[in-house]
């Protein structure tokens, strides 16, 4: 069983995220978190299989706390999931070790996609 982490400050995307990870068979979402700092410590304690991060959360947005997951736990794959997806936040990420960016506004199909091609590259 593949275990997830997300983080977002917004309970309606945390909720619709475990809804469709619920319909995929072999994935959980093993924790959640709703800001950077607590991503990267449940991300410490919970060692999950691969890690979603909303951009724009408080305290430490996406590009800061997976620079964290990043550097502390190279081999978990981060997604960054976002409203704000440019050419430049995708160079940010690319360069503290975020393995994608996915566009929410392109739907939950596209997330579900990159995952399972982290899992299926990166396997635990």
């Known amino acids: 069983m593949a275990r997830i982490l997300i983080a977002d400050d917004h309970e309606s995307m945390r909720i619709a995220f475990r809804a469709a990870v619920r319909l995929h068979p072999g994935w959980e979402v093993c924790g959640e978190a709703t800001d950077g700092r607590e991503a990267v410590a449940r991300t410490q304690e919970l060692k999950p299989d691969l890690v979603v991060l909303d951009f724009h959360m408080p305290i430490a947005n996406g590009i800061k706390a997976g620079s964290e997951i990043a550097n502390s736990m190279p081999r978990i794959p981060v997604l960054l999931y976002t ?3 440019t050419r430049e936040l995708e160079v940010a990420a690319q360069l503290v070790g975020i393995r994608q960016v996915v566009a929410k506004e392109e ?7 990159a995952i399972d091609k982290e899992l299926s590259e990166h396997p635990q």
């Open 83 to 85: 409203l704000y997806k």
């Open 107 to 113: 739907g939950p199909h596209n997330l579900l996609n």
